[in-house]
């Protein structure tokens, strides 16, 4: 049991923490990037391909880095402590992961080398939008009809797309965004976010044409929301950090904010939860990296449940405890605040979590995190 | 105890629901009832349309346009109106500077400003808050000094909302530099086209620009703009500012807002604890009502109904965790931008984050809660 | 509309008050009686059968004061205000409210009369042990079989207890407390509760003998919640009054509780939960005046919902703002807070309320307290 | 990062599992895991039990019992034999008197006392508190005055937790009244048989007896049983109070209770609600599980660190909210009198709202809730 990292994973965190962290110091600065063309800038996405970021969790015969689900943590935590634009979630976690879990070698090597050398962007198509996404065989290729929204960074060059099987099952599919109709916007938290539409839309099959991807896709789906899990703990610290710093400069009534006990102690409860976050998400992503599928989609909801209950706090004491100037599109916090509303909402929300949590809650006496089944043998 | 309304009252909300879908043009209801946008244009004809009908400004003195209704009939009055989709009169004109030109203005100001203000012929803004003047004005740096007939202003007032409206402002300047915190402030009225007089926006994180900072700078402002006496400007602000009970608690907009949600939530529905939620908040927005009602029922003589400081703070927390309900009824779909022109998601669902978001503000501002409960546990219950 | 009380019910609940708060202002004393063998003090029951409390709600004709739910709550609030131990609920509002609900006039006449003039106590036993009750006629007569329990006030002379009948639907019948096997002791909060066996015991039908009373048995039930919500209001304006006079009072680290603004704002949420539960409560007293039975059991129910949470966060608060001294059985505040959780649980908790409020929760736009229906017509 | 224990930490895992269940009677343990009453006999017996496997106070000094395992392992002890059911060991002797005299004591007195009380062959009760010194111990009032060799103790100690079997009791007592505050304070240990020693009974709103009055009149305690020097008292308070770090978050009590709660909600596990409610509640308590081993898997050289102050406070609110979960799920039965020879109502119902009642203390005692936000704030956060 240790829930420290290795000094790799801390050279890691630091690189990427000076990398983001220089840049968009002056919130300012993630701003006019943000509400540029591409939404993120070309620079700092090449230099994360020169530190092997956008490869990270990929195989090395295939580009990537070998490393998992903490290394991918500790950069989606750097990603949300700034809310660096650059689409590392969308891109790496999420798109590549789907090629990564579904993938031949062949289309590995080709997505997850062009990938990780910052050459081009993925993107998972997942949601449905009013009509579902379909796949057909037709003249020995296949063709997609149907539209998906939101697509997280579906302005990417390339797309893998989920899709009903005609023999049932859900297959995933790659497809070149330039063959779709597409169009793309800021989510109400500055993500880009498309809606993709699929007209007959000529795909590949990614891995095994015609065959169930059904797990892979969870995996990935879990993926994603571990990582969310991490970003959103990153803006969470960050979002405690500036509301302590505000309490204690700010004055009103002639005297710092932290004169008032009722708002310490507000804080302390910030600090709370933050805490306990952290913990479950640390073992969530222990579960990940060292158990099977069936635990590790379990501890997945677990974090997501308590992320999605302490991004609300904090998200919301922080600009509570700020008042008015967090309500303002300039300053971080209530950006961050915003940044955990549409993490909460990507891939399932708290409320969603605990359903299919307390649907299974008859079936163990308690949890032991220690135990291999992370089930507790019996009341005793 | 009696529950029912009197003959009279009953009559009188049946009036005033039968008014306001009469008086005010459906497309502006719609929108309103709808959540689209409610634009400037829309809030001056719908405003000047009840004011025709005497439906404006009617906690008003009678000879300005009042109508001496008992605070029941003012809650009926407000309450009807947001269930009708009317765009509420433009508070800046209707509950804040017009209840204090009546008040505190001499005849010739009166006359001068409170029709046009009844009838939003003139857009006012509200010129308190600086950027370190909070709720105590204390801070206050914004400096009118006399020359001549005339004042002349500098500074900067901050969280002016929709400023970008306003034809005038009416602003608290500090007109005696030595006095102490409070004293030495008046109040003063200013043509925003005067120059030296800029607005600037502030874009809030709901990505909407509601707010303004607003510059002075040399700006000339004649002597017969002061309200009332010079140095007096503290008394009609806490005259302003204890002036706004009618609507404190904005029971019939989160009622809106949460049957609005009901039924947008469609399969969500089937959810247990989606339901167990929304019955809770529905329990306890009945709660709120019934207190709000239980205030205005027993506040005829005008002294203000301990209750009445309960409304806010909860009526805002209400609205704050039913615009939260809403992204989690709208989920992925809230993620869908509001600008792609084609989209699945409901135009609802889309604007459920920003909604949420702006929220956030209503715990701030007007006096925040910890304000509330300053006043609660010092005012009420003596701590 | 009208929230206030009349000078005829202003002068009630004076002269109750003055009786029970005289009798019971000094908490040892009501410690006392509780504990004594009856478990009440028998003076102040008569006391309160001269002053027309015992008869309150029944017919004149009855023996009654003709008097509706707004004077009773106002009896049952005065009650909780000091921990009165005498059974008002339990005698007078179930025991003779199912009697006055379902009895023959000539039952009326005879058993609120003697429940009137203090010379008899009712009790309601409602709720089914393991066995649950069911009546069967034999020799023209009908007995009982089963148990009740928890049975308030069951130490009564007289009970009356719902049994299932045996053409189906539930019966009401009058049973003498002797006859039954019964044991009685305190509850937590030092109420008075039997079990009660019934085997094969002779027993009276209530009214048609017979004849289902389900509905008046569902009307009486309603009754007894709304006056609980009243006693457990009464109990929480003591609880916050004692913690207010506390926090003044009580110095720690040098200075008086008052100092510290964490604890005000937490007594001003108190009063925030009193006052929203104030309003209810009126309020469903006035609908189950005026109104139909089922709009009537609505209004109940969500009273007592906003009861049940509003109880729980004030009790709690109470005797964590007070600390050690309100655990303490001398004490009365600790004692409210157990009340608060007694009554709670009496006949159905909030969870059970809020689950039969969400049922319907889709079957109209929302609430109008205004509208004879309580429903808003539309959204608009 | 590493998820499983270490093959050492699991092999003492186990082992310490397999010890309980064979070390103490299973009579003790069940009465303890079926939440019965557990007698001072049982605590005793188990005690000794525990003793003598070397159990019973693995983390004082190795030379008096101790077993120099690391925090880790200290945290899995605990864990596992509030799993089993085994009563804890007495607090009052091992967490706070025995590492005191251990730390400070002299060598006479560390031998008179120290195998004596880890092997509860005295039963040690505590005496700081007083009606006027809380957290502070500013306002203390106890006094013991020199009298040739002895001390001459007066006044009265409160909220002494299972007084009524006490055999001695350690006490502060000011023995310099011109000193300010906390100087001038000294600790003295009482034998409770002393003339002058009377213990009264506090009985608390669960009706149970378990914390005292303890009064002093002209109690002569010899000279040799001061603890260190005199007026060094405040530094041994300090230091018992920052000691009792194991154990701090009753997290496998809280687990323990949660899954009994479970198993007897029995058809009301059918409520989607209740289903809700519980595994919210368990995704906490594992929140708060997985801090404390961060916690103690990152204490190794003694340093606390930042995340402990958090367990207390979430750790109580979770035991409270999952005592109230037991009192829902009882329903009326929960009224049903424990005093009844037979009944219906399972014991586990009939015990549930006192057990909740009681709980209530969880959060006002061993430091209050509010005092543990005040150390967050104040040390963690630097407000």
């Known amino acids: 049991m240790d829930f420290t990292h290795d000094e790799e994973q801390v050279a890691l965190r630091d690189a990427v923490r000076g990398l983001l962290g220089r840049k968009y110091a002056d919130f300012e600065e993630r701003r006019r990037t943000a509400r540029g063309e591409l939404g993120f800038d070309e620079t700092v996405w090449k230099q994360l391909a020169e530190m092997g970021v956008l490869g990270l969790p990929f195989d090395e015969e295939h580009g990537g880095m070998g490393a998992g689900p903490v290394e991918v943590g500790l950069v989606a935590s750097e990603v949300g402590r700034v809310l660096a634009p650059e689409p590392f979630l969308a891109a790496v976690v999420l798109g590549g992961g789907a090629v990564a879990a579904a993938g031949t070698d062949e289309q590995k090597a080709e997505l997850l080398g062009a990938l990780a050398a910052g050459e081009r962007r993925l993107a998972l198509a997942h949601t449905d939008g009013a009509t579902p996404v379909t796949a057909a065989e037709a003249d020995g290729g296949w063709m997609l009809t149907g539209a998906k929204e939101p697509v997280l960074g579906g302005d990417a060059e390339t797309l893998v797309v989920s899709a009903a099987l005609p023999g049932g099952g859900t297959g995933l599919f790659v497809v070149d965004g330039e063959a779709c109709e597409r169009a793309t916007g800021p989510a109400f938290d500055g993500s880009r976010v498309s809606r993709v539409v699929l007209s007959g839309t000529a795909a590949t099959p990614l891995g095994e044409p015609g065959a169930d991807a059904s797990a892979a896709l969870a995996r990935v789906l879990d993926l994603g929301r571990l990582a969310a899990c991490h970003e959103a703990l990153g803006g969470m610290e960050v979002a405690l950090q500036a509301t302590t710093a505000y309490l204690k400069s700010r004055k009103q009534f002639g005297v710092p904010l932290n004169t008032f006990q009722a708002l310490n102690f507000r804080a302390a409860d910030m600090y709370v939860s933050l805490e306990l976050t952290r913990s479950i998400v640390a073992w969530a992503t222990m579960m990940v990296a060292e158990s099977d599928a069936g635990l590790a989609h379990e501890a ?49 929300d708290g409320q969603q979590h605990l359903a299919e949590l307390a649907g299974a809650v008859d079936g163990y006496p308690g949890l032991d995190p220690l135990a291999p089944t992370m089930r507790s043998a019996s009341t005793q | 105890m009696r529950l029912e309304l009197s003959a009279e009252d009953q009559a009188f909300r049946e009036e005033m629901a039968a008014s306001f879908t009469r008086v005010v043009p459906e497309e502006i209801r719609t929108a309103v009832l709808e959540g689209q946008e409610v634009t400037a244009e829309m809030i001056r004809t719908s405003q000047k349309a009840l004011n025709a009908e005497g439906l404006a400004v009617p906690h008003w003195p009678v000879e300005w346009g009042g109508r001496g209704w008992t605070e029941l009939q003012r809650h009926l009055w407000h309450e009807e109106m947001v269930r009708a989709g009317v765009p509420s009169p433009l508070p800046f004109n209707t509950s804040m500077i017009g209840p204090v030109l009546a008040q505190f203005a001499s005849q010739e100001m009166k006359e001068r400003f409170l029709p046009a203000t009844a009838n939003l012929d ?83 994180i709901d990505g909407g620009h509601e707010v303004n900072e607003v510059w002075f700078t040399d700006v000339r402002v004649p002597g017969e703009n002061l309200v009332g006496e010079v140095n007096q400007g503290w008394t009609m602000a806490k005259f302003l500012l204890g002036n706004e009970r009618v609507g404190v608690a904005p029971v019939a907009l989160v009622k809106r807002m949460l049957a609005s949600a009901k039924e947008r939530a469609g399969d969500r529905l089937d959810d247990p604890l989606t ?63 509001g600008s792609l022109e084609q989209a699945d998601a409901p135009d609802w669902a889309r604007r459920s984050a920003p909604v949420y978001l702006n929220y956030r503000k209503a715990s701030i501002y007007g006096g925040s809660n910890e304000i509330q409960r300053q006043i609660i546990a010092r005012t009420i219950l003596g701590l």
């Open chain 1, 300 to 348: 997945v909801l677990r974090a997501a449940l308590q992320v999605s209950r302490a991004g609300r706090h904090v998200g919301q004491e922080a600009i509570q405890l700020h008042g008015g100037i967090a309500m303002t599109a300039e300053y971080l916090v209530g950006n961050i605040t915003s940044h955990l509303t549409a993490l909460d909402h990507l891939l399932g």
């Open chain 2, 122 to 204: 003139i857009w006012w803004s509200q010129g308190f808050s600086e950027p370190d003047a909070g709720s105590d004005l204390a801070g206050l740096r914004t400096t009118a000094v006399r020359d001549g007939e005339d004042w002349v202003v500098n500074g900067q007032k901050t969280w002016t909302t929709l400023g970008q409206y306003g034809d005038w402002i009416f602003t608290l300047v500090r007109t005696d530099p030595e006095a102490k915190k409070q004293l030495g402030i008046s109040m003063l009225l200013i043509d925003m086209t005067t120059p030296g007089v800029e607005v600037r926006p502030i874009e809030l």
């Open chain 2, 275 to 337: 339901r167990a939620r929304i019955a809770e908040l529905e329990n306890q927005l009945l709660a709120l009502e019934l207190t709000a009602l239980r205030v205005v029922a027993h506040s005829a003589d005008g002294e203000p109904h301990p209750a009445s400081s309960v409304l806010k703070l909860r009526g805002t927390e209400l609205q704050q965790a039913v615009s939260e309900l809403a992204v989690d009824l709208a989920g992925p779909a809230a993620l869908v931008p």
